[in-house]
Every structure is written in C-alpha cells, then in structure tokens.
C-alpha cells in the first residue's frame, strides 16, 4: 500500500527530475524477504550461509572458484581487436585492482558474488571522486532498501547502511550498483535460498534429529522391558527403581561415547533390540536427495563438491560447474558494470570489463601447451600472448609478437615465405632465417 504524506494538490516533489515523488513513503510494500521458516523458527539467509553445510559448500566453492578468474578492463581499438587496461591506463583499471582502501579485485569480486548467491541481490555504492578515481564501496543487503513508487515500478535511489545509528545513506539508483536474479514478482532479485526454503528446512530437521539420537539415544537402539515380579513391587518402590535405574542407564549407555558398552541390568529387567523406524531408515536417502537439489539450484554436478559417483567423467563435471555453475553469474557481474558504471556512469562505449576465463578453463599441463601451440600455429595469438597465459616473462626475442601460419614450418605474415631448403642468404633481409631458426630446432621440430 502507497502512503500519501503530502497532498495530492502540491504536484510532485522529486529530489532531481525522474528521481521518485517525495509525497509517497519508500517503505516497503513488496516481497523483500531475508529469511526462511525453519520448524524451529525463522532464520536469516546469511545464518543459513553461516550454519548450514550444504548451503556453504555450494556457495564456498563458487566463491574460492572465483578467486581464479581476474576481472580485467579493456578498450575497443577496432572491430575485433581491443587492448588491456593497466591501472595505470584508466581509472576503472584502477579501481578493480584497487577498489578501496586495502582492497584487491578479489574482494570486488567477492563482495559482489557472495551477497548474489546468498541474497539473490548485491549492491555497491560507487563513487568517482578526485581525478577521476573510482572507489567501491560494498553495501550490506541485509540493511538497504529499495525506494520505489509501487510494486513493480523501477527503483529510484537506495537506502543503505540502515543500521547505522547516524541513520541510512540515501544514494540515487545511478550511482550504485545492483546485481540481481531475476524475478517475475518485480525489480528485486529472488534468493536460491529461498527458492531451496523446503528443502533446507528438511535438512536441518534431519541434521537435529540425528544429533538428538546421538545425545540421547542408546546404544543399540533399544528398550527395556519388565517381568511380573519387577511389575509386582509396591508402587513407591518400583518408582525409586524406575528412577536409580533411568539415571544409571543415561550415565552408563547414551551418548556416542558409551556406544557398544554391554548392559548389566537388575532382576527382572531385559535388554530388548528395538528396529529403526520408517523416518530413519530413509533419512540418509533424503539428505542426498536435499544436496542434489541444493546442487542443482546453483547449476553445479555432484563432483567438484567431492560426490563422486560410478562411472562419474570427472573430468568433464568440473568442466560443467564452471561453465554451468560459475560462468553465469560473474558474466551478470561483468554486464551490470559495464552497463551501469561505464556506459551509465562514465559515458565511455569503447571501454568495459570483462572476466578472464582462461585459467580455470584450461585442461591438464601438456593439453593446455598444445591448445596453445595449436592457437599461435594459426594466427589466433602471438608466443608472448601465449607465455602469459602460462604467467611466463614476455620475451623481446624476434618474432615473439608476430603472428604465424601452418606452412612447411612456421613463418611470421608478413615475411618473404622461402619452403624449407632455400638457402637463408637468398632472403631479401634474413629476416626469415633469423625468424626460422629461433623458432625451429636443429631437428627441424617446433621450439
């Protein structure tokens, strides 16, 4: 429901043109939840992240996955080509390198990855102060809140830092950044958690019902039962036995560190084995059943998480959850930037930021060195391109810039081609020699 706290009549009263109508209240009047309904109560989504094991071996594998793809800048120098940024190139460069004070691109990275994964939402405030120096400051979810006319209509500004005793930060829509899922119910992101709130509450009531059969429970599950003549004893008396004897079972027999300890009981009692119930019998099945789902929400296989089943290609799971786990949200990270902080922001159309896939991408040593062989053999990188990938020292040898075509040998473009035979002297410049023999070997291989 929109509060009207000024008459209609006065006309809109907006901070800037386009930036919401002061009569109506941000509060908020739409589905912004934080939290899931456990059996035990409600229970935050960071809490969740912070206690639960399934949630955090989902969400800490993304996140330690992503410390190995840096966030690069770049500008277009052409149709198909562009060049990397230095921080000392632009302020954007600088800012992923450095985006606060002590900070590093893994933790702008982090920053942004981590509240999207656990609150389906992440913000940061953003601001370009002297000498065009971009500065990132990450804002707490669980304390912001959207400004926005009605339900569904587009946010105009943010309150942050809301539970700041000096009061929140207002900060207009343009100058932070929101990274969100999408959502059918309007502008606010939808949490995997809350999407999984079935299924965790079934996990942890399984995980409380475990640790209770370990506490009190005895070992093996069982009951014990009483003869006639134990049944026949005076009341007071059968009561005092009932109570000497429920002590020493609890001191002797529960607990997992009495586990196997053979009984001693007195006349007329006996140790009988008690079956486990339908619920527990299947309660082993179900806790798979809630990782495979919790899995499958963040688009991850069983293997990377250290579920290794049968006939599993190892190999090509991990491969998976990069590409199918990990890729798709830094790339929204990446789009939001550019379009909001960039294009929005800066103004600029030839520069953006990107996520540099390569390293985790990669195969095992001897792949990775032919994949690269195979890519400067055809012209798609030059040697140094190639060495840097493999976080080697650029080379000032000749032709380690050029590109190269599959010939008899390897030839720089560019080069007076001589088919292998042809004498080094009878090139115009030598060039081609010289290029020849760095290149390739005395056994007439591929360096």
Known sequence: MITNVISDESGPIEVAPGRGDLRYSSSPFFDLRRSIDLIGGQVSFAQLFATQPMVASVVGWLLRQSRRVPLKAYRRTGDDSRERLKPADHPLA??????????????????????????????????????????????????????????????????????????????????????????????????????????????????????????????????????????????????ALEATLREEIDRLYTGPENSGRPALLSPGLKWEQVGHTAVEAELIAQRVVNRTESQSVYGLPPAPLGVIERGAELAEQRQMAYTDGLAPPLILIEAVINAQLVAGLLKEEDVYVEFDFAGILRGDKLKEIESLRESISYSLMTPNEGRSILNMPQSDADGMDDFYLPRNNLWPQGQPYKPTGTPASTSSDGAGAKHLKHLVGSNGHER
């Open 94 to 239: 600088r800012g992923i390198v450095n985006p606060w004070e002590g900070g590093s691109q893994v933790d702008l990275t982090e920053a942004l990855l981590g509240p999207f994964l656990v609150h389906g939402n992440a913000l940061a405030d953003v601001d370009q102060g002297a000498f065009n120096r971009i500065r990132f400051k990450p804002a707490d979810w669980r304390f912001a809140l959207p400004v926005m006319l009605w339900s569904g209509a587009p946010i105009s500004g943010w309150e942050i830092e809301r539970n700041d005793p000096s009061g929140p930060r207002n900060r207009p829509v343009e100058s932070v950044l929101h990274v969100r899922a999408w959502s059918p119910l309007g502008p606010i992101g939808i949490s995997p958690l809350q999407q999984l709130g079935v299924t965790i509450a079934i996990e942890d009531a399984a995980k409380r019902h475990q640790r209770a059969m370990l506490r009190n429970g005895a070992r093996p599950p069982s009951a014990i039962t009483a003869s006639s003549e134990f049944l026949g004893l005076a009341p007071q008396e059968r009561a």
